[in-house]
């Protein structure tokens, strides 16, 4: 059955010419209304559409080059990774993408500023920066939006990376996955900012793949997901264009821990959150009792993520002091 993404791929690389060293950047996102749960695993094709935030410079610097060696090599943070390790053969198969049955070796060297598989979306800056780097080797003439709906084929998350600022990942109607794409949203807001609260950063049990399949196959819950995930993307957009930041801090939180409740849910259950996550929170929900306005959300891991704006800035790093503040949308040095 057709696949957009892939026949874009194929169409652009048959006038393609060799590789080339080309280095992208994709910043990492975090979703405010989140992705959880697929209508089509072959394509990733997502149940409902997702928006989120970029992480500006948190994210992954990607290098593609011929390999001198004559077979694919992939190095992350410094470090030649064994073919056999998950992490290179993910790069290989989505290379393949590109290269289909071309025997063209490829040196992908690639760096996080992002923990890795911690729940901070390593695999969506990862994933987009790779399509990015790819597109560029190969001299690809894509849109984003097409670069967009190939990382999607990487991981989901990916399809808002092509981007900075807040990003609308559309679920899309098409089989063929041709409108489920990102889609940047106009204009900054320049006192936003995500506080990222890091109670554990050791690699997840569960990829987020294996844990929304899980979700969506045993929770009595997830039933309820999918229209009201998308409900609150739409709401979310609304409070977004509307700068009102109360509203926005209320539905993102509220669809953080409905996305949690489903998979708590799930026979047997999964439980990203930790016993640390829920002392952060309630902290959180104390201050918001005194009136910080600063709100959370968790993806699949323990740590939390808290949008606010710039005057609160001083009251959440006194509650978290181990927190990191991201700006979104402050100067970025060349090439991010
Ligand atoms: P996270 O929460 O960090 O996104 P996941 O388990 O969902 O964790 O994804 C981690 C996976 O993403 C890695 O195992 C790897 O396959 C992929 N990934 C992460 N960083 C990169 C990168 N820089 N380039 C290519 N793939 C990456
Ligand atoms: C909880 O994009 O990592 O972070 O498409 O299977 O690779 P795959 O999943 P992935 O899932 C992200 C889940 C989430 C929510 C979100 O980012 O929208």
New binding site residues.
């Given amino acids: 059955m057709a696949d957009a993404a892939r026949e874009v791929v194929a169409a652009a690389m048959a006038q393609a010419g060799a590789a080339q060293p080309f280095t992208a950047y994709a910043p990492s996102?975090?979703?405010l209304a989140?992705?959880?749960g697929?209508r089509d695993a072959a394509r990733?094709l997502p149940l409902n559409s997702?928006l989120?935030i970029s992480l500006n410079e948190w994210g992954s610097r990607t290098t593609v080059a011929p390999s001198a060696s004559g077979a694919d090599e992939v190095i992350l943070n410094g470090d030649v990774l064994p073919g056999s390790s998950a992490f290179a053969q993910k790069v290989v198969k989505f290379a393949d993408l590109f290269r289909g049955d071309r025997a063209i070796p490829l040196r992908v060297e690639t760096h996080n500023t992002v923990p890795t598989a911690a729940?901070l979306?390593s695999?969506?800056s990862g994933f987009a920066a790779l399509t990015k780097a790819l597109c560029g080797s190969f001299g690809l003439p894509l849109t984003p939006a097409q670069m967009s709906m190939v990382a999607?084929l990487?991981?989901?998350?990916?399809a808002?990376s092509l981007w900075h600022g807040f990003v609308r990942w559309n679920r899309g109607d098409a089989v063929d996955g041709s409108d489920s794409h990102g889609v940047p949203l106009n204009g900054v807001w320049p006192e936003f900012r995500i506080a990222i609260v890091k109670v554990d950063t050791s690699p997840k049990a569960k990829?987020?793949?294996d844990g929304?399949d899980h979700t969506r196959e045993t929770s009595p819950l997830f039933q309820a997901w999918p229209a009201q995930a998308e409900a609150d993307c739409g709401a979310v957009e609304r409070a977004v264009l509307d700068r009102d930041f109360v509203t926005l801090g209320e539905w993102t939180e509220g669809n953080a821990l409905m996305?949690h409740a489903t998979m708590q849910a799930a026979r047997p259950s999964l439980c990203y959150l930790t016993s640390r996550t829920w002392t952060a929170l309630e902290r959180l929900w104390q201050m918001r009792a005194d009136g910080l306005q600063a709100f959370a959300t968790m993806?699949?891991g323990p740590n939390l993520k808290l949008i606010f704006l710039e005057p609160s800035t001083g009251d959440v790093l006194a509650a978290f002091p181990e927190a990191d503040v991201v700006e979104p949308f402050a100067a970025r040095a060349n090439g991010s």
């Avoid at 990487?154 to 990916?158: F, L």
């Fill in positions: 996102n975090i979703a989140k992705y959880w697929k990733n997702s989120s729940g979306a695999s969506a999607r990487g991981s989901g998350s990916a808002r990829s987020s793949r929304m996305m993806d699949a």
